[in-house]
């Protein structure tokens, strides 16, 4: 009987010690899950700042042709250089449009009342030009 009462109390401390140790491992996989969720949300969040650090270094005509090289050299050949010719001719024909008049609407924020009401017609008739363009090539 003695052995009984030992092997009781040995039982209850293992139980006891299991049980804290339980509780001490699942608090523990709590932590590490938060600190996955944490690193994975601060890599999200420093690949975006990246990639928009990177997009804006590079002007929309150096972006196309990085993806039509891209396209070009890919063993699907998704574009010949026909094709490439074609697009940079037309990406280079919108840019000589749209950069003067971007700068047109600029300069008119700045007009006074009665000159930019004067300007407007000539301004519209621009624009809806350059969207019709924008709308043809693509």
Do not use: W
Not at 48 to 64: D, K
Not at 65 to 91: C, E, F, K, P, T
């Amino acid at each position: 009987m003695a052995n009984t009462g030992y092997i009781g109390k040995i039982s209850a401390l293992v139980t006891a010690s299991t049980a804290d140790l339980e509780r001490k491992l699942r608090g523990a996989t709590g932590d590490v899950t938060r600190f996955g969720r944490s690193l994975s949300s601060t890599l999200a969040a420093a690949s975006s700042s990246a990639e928009r650090s990177l997009s804006g270094i590079f002007t929309p005509l150096q972006r196309l042709q990085r993806a039509l090289d891209v396209g070009a050299r890919s063993r699907l050949r998704l574009v010949d250089d026909a094709q490439v010719r074609r697009i940079q001719q037309i990406v280079s024909v919108s840019e000589q449009i749209n950069k003067p008049l971007a700068q047109a609407a600029r300069s008119f924020q700045g007009l006074s009342s009665d000159v930019g009401a004067a300007f407007l017609p000539a301004l519209q008739r621009a624009q809806q030009a350059t969207i019709n363009l924008n709308n043809t090539v693509e």
